[in-house]
Protein backbone atom coordinates (compact mmCIF):
# COMPACT_ATOMS: atom_id res chain seq x y z
CA UNK A 1 0.00 0.00 0.00
CA UNK A 2 1.60 3.75 -0.75
CA UNK A 3 1.33 6.40 1.19
CA UNK A 4 0.64 9.51 -0.83
CA UNK A 5 0.57 12.38 1.87
CA UNK A 6 3.18 14.61 1.24
CA UNK A 7 6.76 13.54 2.70
CA UNK A 8 6.54 16.34 5.49
CA UNK A 9 2.77 16.45 6.33
CA UNK A 10 3.80 14.12 9.28
CA UNK A 11 6.31 16.31 10.76
CA UNK A 12 4.36 19.47 10.33
CA UNK A 13 1.99 18.12 12.05
CA UNK A 14 4.40 16.75 14.64
CA UNK A 15 5.52 20.26 15.08
CA UNK A 16 2.42 22.28 15.25
CA UNK A 17 2.26 24.21 18.91
CA UNK A 18 -0.65 23.58 20.92
CA UNK A 19 -3.57 25.93 20.73
CA UNK A 20 -4.10 28.17 23.28
CA UNK A 21 -6.88 26.45 24.79
CA UNK A 22 -5.12 23.30 25.01
CA UNK A 23 -2.34 25.33 26.77
CA UNK A 24 -4.86 27.10 29.46
CA UNK A 25 -6.75 23.51 30.18
CA UNK A 26 -3.07 21.85 30.59
CA UNK A 27 -2.39 24.56 33.11
CA UNK A 28 -4.57 24.37 35.17
CA UNK A 29 -4.86 21.17 35.34
CA UNK A 30 -0.81 21.12 36.85
CA UNK A 31 -1.89 23.65 39.26
CA UNK A 32 -4.87 21.67 40.67
CA UNK A 33 -2.26 18.36 40.38
CA UNK A 34 -0.18 20.55 42.72
CA UNK A 35 -2.44 21.85 44.82
CA UNK A 36 -3.88 18.20 45.30
CA UNK A 37 -0.42 16.61 46.08
CA UNK A 38 0.45 19.73 48.62
CA UNK A 39 -3.10 19.27 50.58
CA UNK A 40 -2.66 15.50 50.86
CA UNK A 41 0.87 16.41 53.46
CA UNK A 42 0.06 15.35 56.57
CA UNK A 43 1.31 18.83 57.94
CA UNK A 44 -1.64 20.81 55.58
CA UNK A 45 -4.52 18.68 57.67
CA UNK A 46 -5.47 20.20 61.43
CA UNK A 47 -4.86 16.90 62.78
CA UNK A 48 -1.59 15.74 61.43
CA UNK A 49 -2.76 12.74 59.25
CA UNK A 50 -2.49 12.95 55.65
CA UNK A 51 -5.85 13.51 53.23
CA UNK A 52 -7.30 11.53 51.13
CA UNK A 53 -6.55 11.70 47.63
CA UNK A 54 -10.40 11.92 46.12
CA UNK A 55 -10.51 14.75 49.19
CA UNK A 56 -7.69 16.37 48.37
CA UNK A 57 -8.56 16.41 44.37
CA UNK A 58 -11.75 18.18 45.06
CA UNK A 59 -10.64 20.69 47.29
CA UNK A 60 -7.73 21.55 45.22
CA UNK A 61 -10.16 21.60 41.84
CA UNK A 62 -12.57 23.63 43.91
CA UNK A 63 -9.62 25.97 44.72
CA UNK A 64 -8.12 26.73 41.73
CA UNK A 65 -11.17 26.72 39.70
CA UNK A 66 -12.56 29.03 42.28
CA UNK A 67 -16.01 27.37 42.94
CA UNK A 68 -16.10 27.11 46.72
CA UNK A 69 -17.71 23.42 46.99
CA UNK A 70 -16.02 21.75 49.93
CA UNK A 71 -16.54 17.85 51.27
CA UNK A 72 -14.77 18.91 54.34
CA UNK A 73 -14.72 22.00 56.15
CA UNK A 74 -12.24 24.68 55.27
CA UNK A 75 -11.92 25.85 58.98
CA UNK A 76 -11.78 22.57 61.03
CA UNK A 77 -10.22 20.41 58.77
CA UNK A 78 -7.11 22.00 57.27
CA UNK A 79 -4.24 23.38 59.31
CA UNK A 80 -2.47 27.13 58.68
CA UNK A 81 -0.47 25.82 56.08
CA UNK A 82 -3.46 23.43 54.49
CA UNK A 83 -5.32 27.27 54.33
CA UNK A 84 -2.24 29.01 52.70
CA UNK A 85 -2.04 26.51 49.69
CA UNK A 86 -5.89 27.11 49.20
CA UNK A 87 -6.25 30.71 49.06
CA UNK A 88 -2.69 30.73 47.14
CA UNK A 89 -4.60 27.93 44.31
CA UNK A 90 -7.81 30.43 44.71
CA UNK A 91 -5.60 34.07 43.86
CA UNK A 92 -3.87 31.61 41.25
CA UNK A 93 -7.41 29.92 39.46
CA UNK A 94 -8.71 33.52 39.74
CA UNK A 95 -5.79 35.84 38.00
CA UNK A 96 -5.42 32.65 35.63
CA UNK A 97 -2.60 30.58 35.23
CA UNK A 98 -1.04 32.64 31.91
CA UNK A 99 -1.76 35.78 33.71
CA UNK A 100 0.44 34.44 36.42
CA UNK A 101 2.97 32.90 34.29
CA UNK A 102 3.16 36.51 32.47
CA UNK A 103 3.80 38.16 35.53
CA UNK A 104 6.23 36.10 36.87
CA UNK A 105 8.46 36.60 33.04
CA UNK A 106 7.98 40.45 33.30
CA UNK A 107 9.30 40.74 36.95
CA UNK A 108 12.20 38.71 35.51
CA UNK A 109 12.96 40.84 32.91
CA UNK A 110 11.90 38.36 30.12
CA UNK A 111 9.81 39.87 26.85
CA UNK A 112 6.48 38.91 26.03
CA UNK A 113 6.39 37.20 22.36
CA UNK A 114 3.44 37.07 20.28
CA UNK A 115 2.77 33.88 20.89
CA UNK A 116 2.79 34.57 24.88
CA UNK A 117 0.21 37.50 23.90
CA UNK A 118 -1.70 35.47 22.23
CA UNK A 119 -2.19 33.18 25.54
CA UNK A 120 -2.59 36.42 27.27
CA UNK A 121 -5.46 37.64 25.39
CA UNK A 122 -7.30 34.14 25.64
CA UNK A 123 -6.77 33.79 29.04
CA UNK A 124 -8.34 37.25 30.21
CA UNK A 125 -10.79 37.50 27.11
CA UNK A 126 -9.96 40.52 25.72
CA UNK A 127 -10.63 41.65 22.34
CA UNK A 128 -7.81 43.11 21.38
CA UNK A 129 -4.16 41.69 21.22
CA UNK A 130 -2.71 45.22 21.46
CA UNK A 131 -1.83 46.47 25.13
CA UNK A 132 -2.75 42.85 26.64
CA UNK A 133 0.62 43.22 28.87
CA UNK A 134 -0.72 46.88 29.83
CA UNK A 135 -4.07 45.41 30.88
CA UNK A 136 -2.28 42.28 32.60
CA UNK A 137 -0.52 45.10 35.05
CA UNK A 138 -3.07 46.87 35.39
CA UNK A 139 -5.39 43.94 36.16
CA UNK A 140 -2.56 42.89 38.89
CA UNK A 141 -2.30 46.24 40.36
CA UNK A 142 -6.25 46.51 40.60
CA UNK A 143 -6.41 43.01 42.28
CA UNK A 144 -3.91 43.87 44.78
CA UNK A 145 -5.39 47.52 45.46
CA UNK A 146 -9.14 46.00 45.54
CA UNK A 147 -8.08 42.63 47.92
CA UNK A 148 -6.07 44.99 50.11
CA UNK A 149 -9.01 47.30 50.84
CA UNK A 150 -11.74 44.77 51.25
CA UNK A 151 -9.25 43.24 53.82
CA UNK A 152 -8.76 46.02 55.11
CA UNK A 153 -12.48 46.92 56.00
CA UNK A 154 -13.32 43.08 57.28
CA UNK A 155 -10.01 43.34 59.31
CA UNK A 156 -12.62 46.35 61.21
CA UNK A 157 -15.12 42.96 61.94
CA UNK A 158 -12.72 40.13 62.16
CA UNK A 159 -9.89 41.88 64.64
CA UNK A 160 -12.05 42.62 66.93
CA UNK A 161 -13.71 39.29 67.14
CA UNK A 162 -10.45 37.10 66.61
CA UNK A 163 -7.36 39.61 68.15
CA UNK A 164 -4.87 41.05 65.31
CA UNK A 165 -2.74 38.24 63.62
CA UNK A 166 -6.04 36.03 63.58
CA UNK A 167 -8.22 38.74 62.30
CA UNK A 168 -6.01 40.24 59.78
CA UNK A 169 -5.77 36.27 58.16
CA UNK A 170 -9.63 36.22 58.25
CA UNK A 171 -9.90 39.31 56.69
CA UNK A 172 -7.05 38.99 53.67
CA UNK A 173 -8.55 35.00 53.61
CA UNK A 174 -12.47 35.91 52.71
CA UNK A 175 -11.06 39.58 50.58
CA UNK A 176 -8.86 36.94 48.05
CA UNK A 177 -11.79 34.51 48.17
CA UNK A 178 -14.58 36.86 47.51
CA UNK A 179 -13.22 39.16 45.07
CA UNK A 180 -11.68 35.89 43.27
CA UNK A 181 -15.78 34.79 43.41
CA UNK A 182 -14.61 31.40 45.20
CA UNK A 183 -16.59 31.29 48.78
CA UNK A 184 -14.05 29.52 50.44
CA UNK A 185 -14.95 30.43 54.12
CA UNK A 186 -13.40 29.82 57.35
CA UNK A 187 -16.05 30.26 59.60
CA UNK A 188 -16.11 26.73 60.96
CA UNK A 189 -14.46 27.54 63.96
CA UNK A 190 -16.78 30.22 64.94
CA UNK A 191 -20.65 29.91 63.77
CA UNK A 192 -20.00 25.86 62.93
CA UNK A 193 -19.06 23.91 60.00
CA UNK A 194 -20.32 24.78 56.95
CA UNK A 195 -22.36 27.77 58.08
CA UNK A 196 -20.71 30.32 55.79
CA UNK A 197 -21.43 34.14 56.31
CA UNK A 198 -24.78 33.14 57.72
CA UNK A 199 -24.00 34.95 61.06
CA UNK A 200 -23.40 37.92 59.69
CA UNK A 201 -26.73 38.25 57.67
CA UNK A 202 -27.38 41.72 59.50
CA UNK A 203 -23.77 43.25 59.29
CA UNK A 204 -23.52 46.17 56.86
CA UNK A 205 -20.24 45.87 56.88
CA UNK A 206 -19.47 41.85 55.68
CA UNK A 207 -22.52 42.08 53.62
CA UNK A 208 -21.53 44.98 51.86
CA UNK A 209 -17.57 44.22 51.55
CA UNK A 210 -18.37 41.04 50.23
CA UNK A 211 -20.84 42.35 47.51
CA UNK A 212 -18.45 44.55 46.58
CA UNK A 213 -15.77 42.42 45.92
CA UNK A 214 -17.45 39.67 44.71
CA UNK A 215 -19.18 42.38 42.10
CA UNK A 216 -15.43 43.96 41.12
CA UNK A 217 -14.01 40.61 40.82
CA UNK A 218 -16.43 39.37 38.36
CA UNK A 219 -16.67 42.74 36.22
CA UNK A 220 -13.97 41.73 33.86
CA UNK A 221 -10.67 43.24 33.70
CA UNK A 222 -11.15 44.37 30.11
CA UNK A 223 -13.63 46.60 31.75
CA UNK A 224 -11.36 48.10 34.84
CA UNK A 225 -9.14 48.80 31.23
CA UNK A 226 -11.78 50.51 29.43
CA UNK A 227 -12.98 52.54 32.37
CA UNK A 228 -9.28 53.88 33.25
CA UNK A 229 -8.72 54.79 29.43
CA UNK A 230 -11.88 56.53 29.13
CA UNK A 231 -11.85 57.82 32.24
CA UNK A 232 -14.91 56.66 33.91
CA UNK A 233 -16.86 58.71 30.90
CA UNK A 234 -19.89 56.63 29.87
CA UNK A 235 -19.88 57.84 26.13
CA UNK A 236 -16.71 56.86 25.22
CA UNK A 237 -16.62 53.15 26.62
CA UNK A 238 -16.37 50.43 24.29
CA UNK A 239 -19.30 48.53 23.29
CA UNK A 240 -18.66 45.63 25.66
CA UNK A 241 -18.07 47.55 28.98
CA UNK A 242 -21.23 49.63 28.56
CA UNK A 243 -23.15 46.36 27.96
CA UNK A 244 -21.43 44.64 30.93
CA UNK A 245 -21.86 47.49 33.09
CA UNK A 246 -25.85 47.98 32.54
CA UNK A 247 -26.15 44.36 32.56
CA UNK A 248 -24.56 44.00 36.39
CA UNK A 249 -26.69 47.15 37.77
CA UNK A 250 -29.86 44.98 36.42
CA UNK A 251 -28.69 41.68 37.80
CA UNK A 252 -28.25 42.90 41.42
CA UNK A 253 -31.53 45.28 41.75
CA UNK A 254 -34.22 43.11 39.47
CA UNK A 255 -33.44 39.92 41.52
CA UNK A 256 -32.96 41.89 45.07
CA UNK A 257 -36.11 42.53 44.57
CA UNK A 258 -37.56 39.29 43.79
CA UNK A 259 -35.82 37.61 46.73
CA UNK A 260 -36.99 40.32 48.97
CA UNK A 261 -40.96 39.52 48.00
CA UNK A 262 -40.22 35.12 47.31
CA UNK A 263 -38.42 35.26 50.53
CA UNK A 264 -40.84 37.18 52.40
CA UNK A 265 -42.80 34.35 53.77
CA UNK A 266 -40.05 31.76 53.32
CA UNK A 267 -36.56 31.99 54.71
CA UNK A 268 -36.19 35.38 55.52
CA UNK A 269 -39.65 35.86 57.36
CA UNK A 270 -38.95 37.61 61.14
CA UNK A 271 -35.97 39.64 59.56
CA UNK A 272 -36.43 43.58 60.45
CA UNK A 273 -36.48 45.31 56.75
CA UNK A 274 -32.56 46.50 57.00
CA UNK A 275 -31.68 42.71 57.44
CA UNK A 276 -34.43 41.76 54.81
CA UNK A 277 -32.72 44.17 52.13
CA UNK A 278 -29.35 43.23 52.61
CA UNK A 279 -30.13 39.49 52.99
CA UNK A 280 -31.99 39.58 49.25
CA UNK A 281 -29.10 41.78 47.90
CA UNK A 282 -26.12 39.24 48.86
CA UNK A 283 -29.22 36.34 47.80
CA UNK A 284 -28.33 38.36 44.28
CA UNK A 285 -25.11 38.43 44.05
CA UNK A 286 -23.66 35.61 45.21
CA UNK A 287 -25.31 33.05 43.01
CA UNK A 288 -23.16 34.54 39.50
CA UNK A 289 -20.37 32.29 40.93
CA UNK A 290 -19.43 33.90 44.32
CA UNK A 291 -20.58 30.66 46.56
CA UNK A 292 -20.43 32.37 49.77
CA UNK A 293 -24.28 32.88 51.68
CA UNK A 294 -25.87 34.57 54.55
CA UNK A 295 -29.23 32.65 54.26
CA UNK A 296 -28.93 29.08 54.33
CA UNK A 297 -29.46 27.99 50.33
CA UNK A 298 -31.18 24.32 51.01
CA UNK A 299 -34.00 26.56 53.12
CA UNK A 300 -35.02 28.98 50.04
CA UNK A 301 -38.43 28.84 48.65
CA UNK A 302 -39.19 27.22 44.94
CA UNK A 303 -38.87 30.39 43.37
CA UNK A 304 -36.20 31.64 45.21
CA UNK A 305 -34.32 28.03 43.97
CA UNK A 306 -35.17 28.23 41.29
CA UNK A 307 -33.83 31.88 40.65
CA UNK A 308 -30.75 31.12 42.13
CA UNK A 309 -30.35 28.23 39.53
CA UNK A 310 -31.00 31.24 37.06
CA UNK A 311 -28.57 33.40 38.09
CA UNK A 312 -26.10 30.45 38.70
CA UNK A 313 -26.38 29.57 34.88
CA UNK A 314 -25.69 33.06 33.82
CA UNK A 315 -22.64 33.98 35.63
CA UNK A 316 -20.31 36.94 35.89
CA UNK A 317 -18.39 38.64 32.93
CA UNK A 318 -16.01 37.85 30.34
CA UNK A 319 -12.81 37.88 31.46
CA UNK A 320 -13.03 37.64 34.86
CA UNK A 321 -12.77 35.93 37.95
CA UNK A 322 -16.49 34.86 37.83
CA UNK A 323 -17.55 31.73 35.94
CA UNK A 324 -21.02 30.78 34.43
CA UNK A 325 -21.87 31.36 31.34
CA UNK A 326 -21.48 35.00 31.25
CA UNK A 327 -24.12 37.82 31.13
CA UNK A 328 -23.48 38.78 27.69
CA UNK A 329 -23.94 35.38 26.29
CA UNK A 330 -26.98 34.67 28.08
CA UNK A 331 -27.94 38.46 26.67
CA UNK A 332 -26.75 37.56 23.18
CA UNK A 333 -29.18 34.66 23.34
CA UNK A 334 -32.38 36.54 24.53
CA UNK A 335 -31.74 39.31 21.78
CA UNK A 336 -31.60 36.67 18.85
CA UNK A 337 -34.61 35.32 20.16
CA UNK A 338 -36.11 39.20 20.16
CA UNK A 339 -35.20 39.46 16.70
CA UNK A 340 -36.59 37.02 15.57
CA UNK A 341 -39.90 37.11 17.17
CA UNK A 342 -39.50 40.45 15.44
CA UNK A 343 -38.77 38.87 12.04
CA UNK A 344 -35.63 41.33 12.12
CA UNK A 345 -32.18 39.70 10.38
CA UNK A 346 -30.05 41.25 12.41
CA UNK A 347 -29.09 41.31 16.65
CA UNK A 348 -28.79 44.88 17.54
CA UNK A 349 -27.64 46.25 20.93
CA UNK A 350 -26.86 50.27 21.74
CA UNK A 351 -27.11 51.16 18.34
CA UNK A 352 -24.46 48.51 17.16
CA UNK A 353 -25.02 45.06 14.71
CA UNK A 354 -23.45 41.74 16.33
CA UNK A 355 -21.88 39.56 14.04
CA UNK A 356 -23.68 36.35 13.57
CA UNK A 357 -20.89 33.97 14.71
CA UNK A 358 -20.92 35.34 18.13
CA UNK A 359 -24.64 34.39 17.99
CA UNK A 360 -23.39 30.89 17.12
CA UNK A 361 -21.36 30.90 20.24
CA UNK A 362 -23.79 31.85 22.21
CA UNK A 363 -26.08 29.48 21.25
CA UNK A 364 -23.65 26.94 21.65
CA UNK A 365 -21.99 27.91 25.21
CA UNK A 366 -25.85 27.81 26.67
CA UNK A 367 -26.37 24.37 25.30
CA UNK A 368 -23.37 22.76 26.15
CA UNK A 369 -23.99 24.14 30.08
CA UNK A 370 -27.28 22.59 30.26
CA UNK A 371 -26.30 19.62 28.15
CA UNK A 372 -23.65 19.05 31.13
CA UNK A 373 -25.37 20.58 33.70
CA UNK A 374 -28.65 17.90 32.66
CA UNK A 375 -26.54 14.92 32.22
CA UNK A 376 -24.76 14.92 35.38
CA UNK A 377 -27.73 15.77 37.05
CA UNK A 378 -29.23 12.27 36.02
CA UNK A 379 -26.09 10.46 36.39
CA UNK A 380 -26.02 11.70 40.00
CA UNK A 381 -29.85 10.86 40.98
CA UNK A 382 -29.16 7.32 39.32
CA UNK A 383 -26.22 6.83 41.55
CA UNK A 384 -28.23 8.11 44.71
CA UNK A 385 -31.73 8.01 44.19
CA UNK A 386 -32.09 9.32 47.60
CA UNK A 387 -30.91 12.67 46.70
CA UNK A 388 -33.79 15.52 46.29
CA UNK A 389 -33.51 16.25 42.34
CA UNK A 390 -33.78 19.95 43.63
CA UNK A 391 -30.99 19.08 45.77
CA UNK A 392 -28.77 17.65 43.26
CA UNK A 393 -29.87 20.46 40.58
CA UNK A 394 -28.41 22.66 42.90
CA UNK A 395 -25.02 21.23 43.40
CA UNK A 396 -24.74 20.47 39.87
CA UNK A 397 -25.16 24.13 38.45
CA UNK A 398 -23.33 25.40 41.06
CA UNK A 399 -20.16 23.07 39.91
CA UNK A 400 -20.54 23.54 36.57
CA UNK A 401 -21.05 27.16 36.63
CA UNK A 402 -18.06 27.39 39.48
CA UNK A 403 -20.82 28.79 41.87
CA UNK A 404 -20.35 27.17 45.67
CA UNK A 405 -23.36 27.12 46.73
CA UNK A 406 -25.21 23.99 47.96
CA UNK A 407 -28.16 22.97 50.07
CA UNK A 408 -25.78 20.41 52.42
CA UNK A 409 -25.62 17.40 50.30
CA UNK A 410 -21.96 17.60 49.21
CA UNK A 411 -19.86 15.64 52.13
CA UNK A 412 -22.86 13.27 51.81
CA UNK A 413 -21.85 12.27 47.82
CA UNK A 414 -20.08 9.27 47.03
CA UNK A 415 -16.99 8.90 45.26
CA UNK A 416 -18.57 8.75 41.98
CA UNK A 417 -20.97 11.69 42.32
CA UNK A 418 -17.82 13.44 43.38
CA UNK A 419 -15.81 12.88 39.91
CA UNK A 420 -18.82 13.80 38.40
CA UNK A 421 -18.43 17.18 40.23
CA UNK A 422 -14.88 17.43 39.72
CA UNK A 423 -14.75 17.65 36.34
CA UNK A 424 -17.84 19.41 35.90
CA UNK A 425 -15.72 22.64 37.98
CA UNK A 426 -12.97 22.01 35.70
CA UNK A 427 -14.95 22.39 32.43
CA UNK A 428 -16.44 25.11 33.90
CA UNK A 429 -13.45 27.17 34.55
CA UNK A 430 -12.16 26.20 31.60
CA UNK A 431 -15.94 27.47 29.85
CA UNK A 432 -17.73 24.62 28.72
CA UNK A 433 -17.80 25.33 24.77
CA UNK A 434 -13.95 25.00 25.42
CA UNK A 435 -13.96 21.75 27.06
CA UNK A 436 -16.08 20.27 24.65
CA UNK A 437 -13.98 21.34 22.18
CA UNK A 438 -10.72 20.50 23.50
CA UNK A 439 -12.81 16.51 24.05
CA UNK A 440 -14.01 16.28 20.95
CA UNK A 441 -12.37 14.67 17.80
CA UNK A 442 -11.09 17.43 15.30
CA UNK A 443 -12.41 15.95 12.20
CA UNK A 444 -10.73 17.31 8.61
CA UNK A 445 -13.03 19.67 7.24
CA UNK A 446 -15.39 18.17 4.52
CA UNK A 447 -13.94 18.58 0.64
CA UNK A 448 -17.25 20.27 -0.24
CA UNK A 449 -20.15 21.91 0.19
CA UNK A 450 -23.17 19.78 1.31
CA UNK A 451 -26.38 20.51 -0.37
CA UNK A 452 -29.26 23.01 1.54
CA UNK A 453 -32.40 21.00 2.60
CA UNK A 454 -34.67 21.76 5.40
CA UNK A 455 -36.46 20.53 8.56
CA UNK A 456 -39.72 21.86 10.39
CA UNK A 457 -38.95 23.34 13.87
CA UNK A 458 -41.08 24.93 16.22
Not at 333 to 362: K, P, Q, T, Y
Request: contains cysteine; aromatic residues 6%; glycine residues 10%.
Amino acid sequence: MHNNRPAGAARLKKDTPMSAQALIALGFFLIILAVTLLLMLPACSADGRMTDPLTALFTATSAVCVTGLVVVDTATHWSLLGRIVIIVGIQIGGLGVMTILALISMAMGKRIGLRQRTLLQESVASLHIGGIVRLVRRAMAGTVIVEGIGALLLCFRFVPMLGFARGVGYGVFHAVSAFCNAGFDLMGTLTGAYTSLESFVSDPLVNLTVMALILLGGLGFFVWDDLIECRFRWRRLQLHSRVVLLLSAILVLVPAALFYFFEAHGVMSGMDTGTRLLASAFSAVTPRTAGFDTVPTGELSSAGSLLTLILMLTGGNPGSTAGGAKTTTMLMVMLLAASILRREDDVHVFGRRLENGLMRRACSIVVVYVTMALAATMAICAAQPELALRDVLIEVFSAVNTVGMTTGITRVLSPFSRVVLILLMYAGRLGSLTFAILIARHAAPAPVQYPTDRLLIG
